[in-house]
């Protein structure tokens, strides 16, 4: 089966830098999404990985190892507004989307 | 006004009742998706279009109908509600690459009685 893992939630600080780690075992692999989405509203894009390696976006940063089946995403200089939801998605063999199920994140002052 | 719009944001029916959710996109944009989400579970798809009058089905299609007789506009339709189907339905679309990057609508909040 397809399996994406993401943990349900985790807590920082603002001002910190947080990691949002991504598994997953799909049927073949096109590439990597990450979406946020707050409370209440639509997921919206943030990135896109195909390829090993880093890829920088201003305070956001995603990371892909397609031989570890492994993503992450890098919030830096952590602000309130980043309270949301992170998505997780694997285009897979198909070019269908595969969704985890998300990980909430909480900013603390 | 440009972009991807659903209606409407809030519905309450009852059991047994037809419910039809709308999406409309200005983009022309070939593909079309419809998603339901629930707390615990990632987006998952119900239906899809690649283009007008193509459509196929997702992973949890049972009790949904669609169509597309214009690129626009796509539809969902729920025959006879229920209480299984309170969600939140997100529409999106995307481009014709199949990388492309899926916009979605603001979502149609249902809740069946």
């Known amino acids: 089966g397809q399996n994406i893992d993401q943990p349900t939630e985790m807590t920082a600080t603002e001002g910190a830098i947080v990691q949002i780690n991504c598994t997953y075992q799909t049927s073949g692999f096109n590439g990597l999404f990450w979406y946020q989405q707050h409370a209440g509203e639509a997921p919206t894009f943030l990135s896109y990985?195909?390829l090993d390696g880093l890829e920088e976006k201003g305070r956001f940063s995603s990371f892909l190892s397609r031989s570890k089946g492994y993503s992450y995403l890098l919030l830096k200089e952590l602000q309130m507004k980043d309270s949301a939801s992170y998505l997780c998605?694997?285009?897979?063999?198909?070019?269908?989307?595969?969704w985890g199920a998300g990980t909430k994140l909480i900013i603390k002052p | 006004d440009a972009g991807i719009t659903q209606s409407p944001r809030y519905k309450i029916t009852e059991t047994g009742r037809q419910v039809t959710l709308m999406c409309h996109q200005t983009?022309?944009?070939?593909?079309m998706f419809w998603y339901r989400q629930d707390l615990g579970h990632g987006l998952r798809l119900i239906y899809y279009?690649?283009?007008?009058?193509?459509?196929d089905k997702g992973e949890v299609p049972d009790g949904y109908v669609v169509s597309r007789s214009k690129t626009e506009n796509f539809p969902l339709t729920l025959e006879s509600a229920t209480r299984s189907q309170t969600s939140v339905y997100f529409c999106?679309?995307?481009?014709?690459?199949?990388?492309?990057?899926?916009?979605f609508g603001p979502g149609t909040r249902l809740t069946v009685l």
């Open positions: 983009w022309s944009h070939s593909y």
């Open positions: 990985n195909v």
């Open positions: 279009s690649a283009a007008a009058d193509i459509t």
């Open positions: 998605a694997v285009l897979d063999s198909n070019y269908q989307l595969i």
């Open positions: 999106a679309s995307r481009g014709g690459a199949e990388a492309d990057t899926q916009y």
